[in-house]
C-alpha cells in the first residue's frame, strides 16, 4: 500500500510568490494535518482536516490556508511568502485518533 | 500553552548500549502521546503510541512509559544498533481528534559500531 505522498519534493521560491503543496493520504485515512517544520526545530502544526472540515488551526497567519477534497488529498497554499516561511512541510494523516503517518515533505526555499 | 521540552539534546553511544531518552510536558492535560524518529531530511516515523490512559507501551527493543500527572515520559532502546541513529521526537495531543501535536525539539542520538 502506497503511504502518504507529498508534491512537489523540492521547490524554491522567491518573497513575495504565492505556493500550492500537496498531499495524498493513506487509502481509508480521512484525517490530514500539516506540520512547518524549521531545521532544528520539532515540527509545529498549522492545520487539520477530518472529513473535509477543518478541525484545528495552529499559530500561523492567514497568509497560510488549507483545504480537503471529497478523495480526502488535500491542498496547503501560502501567499506573500516571506523568507521565513522556508522549511520543511509535512502533511500527515491518520484514522482519527491513531498513529500518525508522516509524508516525506516538501523542502521549501523563499529567495 | 503546552510546552514539550527534550533531554539530552544529542546523544552518542557505542553500539550494545541501552540508552533512556526523556520528554517533559508543561500541560498534563494530554490526550495522547507519541514517540517518533526522523531520518535527516525525511519525515517522521511513528514508534510508539501511548494514550493517556495507559502507563507504557513496547513494540521490540523499544519501551516509552507515560507518568501524565508528573508531565513526563521516556523512551528506552534496549541494545542499541547504529541503524538506531536518527533523531527522536516526542509529540502530545490536545484533543480527541488526534492531530493536533506538540512536538518537542528532538533528541539526535548517534550509535557508535
Known amino acids: 500500500d502506497a503511504g502518504v505522498t507529498q508534491s512537489p519534493t523540492h521547490l524554491i521560491k522567491t518573497r513575495g510568490q504565492h505556493v500550492t503543496l500537496r498531499c495524498s493520504p493513506i487509502?481509508?485515512?480521512?484525517?490530514v494535518s500539516w506540520y512547518q517544520q524549521v531545521l532544528g526545530q520539532g515540527p509545529q502544526f498549522i492545520f487539520q482536516?477530518?472529513?473535509?472540515?477543518?478541525?484545528g488551526r495552529g499559530n500561523f497567519p492567514d497568509r497560510f490556508s488549507a483545504r480537503q477534497f471529497p478523495n480526502y488529498s488535500s491542498e496547503l497554499n501560502v501567499n506573500a511568502l516571506l523568507l521565513g516561511d522556508s522549511a520543511l512541510y509535512l502533511c500527515?494523516?491518520?484514522?482519527?485518533?491513531?498513529?500518525?503517518?508522516f509524508g516525506s515533505g516538501t523542502q521549501l526555499s523563499v529567495l | 500553552k503546552q510546552e514539550v521540552t527534550q533531554i539530552p539534546a544529542a546523544l552518542s553511544v557505542p553500539e550494545g548500549e541501552n540508552l533512556v531518552l526523556n520528554c517533559s510536558f508543561t500541560?498534563?492535560?494530554?490526550?495522547?502521546l507519541q514517540w517518533f524518529r526522523q531520518d535527516p531530511g525525511k519525515g517522521l516515523t511513528s514508534l510508539l503510541l501511548?494514550?493517556?490512559?495507559?502507563r507504557e507501551q513496547t513494540s521490540g527493543r523499544l519501551n516509552a512509559s507515560l507518568d501524565k500527572s508528573s508531565g513526563r515520559s521516556t523512551l528506552y532502546i534496549a541494545a542499541s544498533q547504529p541503524g538506531d541513529s536518527a533523531t527522536y521526537l516526542c509529540?502530545?495531543?490536545?484533543?480527541?481528534?488526534?492531530?493536533?501535536?506538540?512536538f518537542g525539539p528532538g533528541t539526535r542520538l548517534s550509535v557508535l559500531p
Open positions: 500527515a494523516s491518520s484514522l482519527r485518533d491513531e498513529k500518525l503517518f
Open positions: 500541560d498534563s492535560a494530554i490526550y495522547n
Open positions: 501511548i494514550q493517556s490512559s495507559q
Open positions: 482536516y477530518y472529513e473535509k472540515e477543518e478541525r
Open positions: 509529540a502530545v495531543s490536545r484533543d480527541n481528534y488526534g492531530q493536533n501535536f506538540v
Open positions: 487509502s481509508g485515512h480521512k484525517s
